[in-house]
């Protein structure tokens, strides 16, 4: 196991200093799921949830929380994305919905925690909005599945 970057010699927590890195293009892609009853899923779907629409709305969060992923993860680096997507499919098999999404930026630090808070923040957003009909939803699987850019280069998850 290689060494933590971000815990000093003395076991003290510290932001990694990016100054000497050099800018390059970084992308994370970061997925999971909410599992719910076929019933959920058709209401949801069809946007009849009362509190309206849940993916559009959940699309949104994602996207919003991924800017604000700094002010949520300590020692985070605020940076400047260049580009967030958040993709939102109902599957029938989980039944549930998958969401995806994707973070992008031109700088000296990766995207990952980016992708992920706005994949996990998609998903809580969905089951706030459909909690009312189903409380048995679950959050899974969030992960990254996939990084490009940066000196480690690129990285991609296995399959499950």
Same mark, same amino acid.
């Given at each position: 196991?290689?060494?933590?970057?971000?815990?000093?010699?003395?076991?003290?927590?510290?932001?990694?200093?990016?100054?000497?890195?050099?800018?390059?293009?970084?992308? @994370?892609?970061?997925? =999971? *799921?909410?599992?719910?009853?076929? %019933?959920? +899923?058709? !209401?949801? /779907?069809?946007?009849? &949830?009362?509190?309206?629409?849940?993916?559009?709305?959940?699309?949104?969060?994602?996207?919003?929380?991924?800017?604000?992923?700094?002010?949520?993860?300590?020692?985070?680096?605020?940076?400047?994305?260049?580009?967030?997507?958040?993709?939102?499919?109902?599957?029938?098999?989980?039944?549930?919905?998958?969401?995806?999404?994707? @973070?992008?930026?031109? =700088? *000296?630090?990766?995207?990952?925690? %980016?992708? +992920?808070? !706005?994949? /996990?923040?998609?998903? &809580?957003?969905?089951?706030?909005?459909?909690?009312?009909?189903?409380?048995?939803?679950?959050?899974?699987?969030?992960?990254?599945?996939?990084?490009?850019?940066?000196?480690?280069?690129?990285?991609?998850?296995?399959?499950?």
């Amino acid at each position: 196991m290689t060494s933590l970057t971000h815990i000093d010699a003395a076991g003290q927590a510290r932001m990694v200093d990016v100054t000497e890195k050099p800018d390059s293009e970084r992308v @994370a892609v970061a997925e =999971g *799921a909410v599992v719910m009853r076929a %019933e959920t +899923l058709a !209401a949801l /779907s069809a946007g009849n &949830l009362k509190k309206g629409d849940a993916l559009g709305v959940a699309r949104v969060a994602g996207i919003m929380a991924a800017k604000r992923t700094p002010d949520l993860i300590p020692l985070c680096h605020p940076i400047a994305l260049t580009g967030v997507t958040v993709e939102i499919e109902p599957d029938a098999a989980l039944p549930g919905v998958r969401v995806r999404a994707e @973070a992008r930026v031109k =700088g *000296a630090t990766g995207v990952e925690m %980016e992708a +992920l808070t !706005a994949v /996990s923040v998609a998903c &809580l957003t969905i089951y706030d909005m459909a909690k009312a009909v189903d409380r048995d939803m679950r959050i899974e699987g969030v992960r990254l599945i996939e990084k490009r850019g940066g000196k480690s280069g690129p990285w991609r998850a296995q399959p499950r």
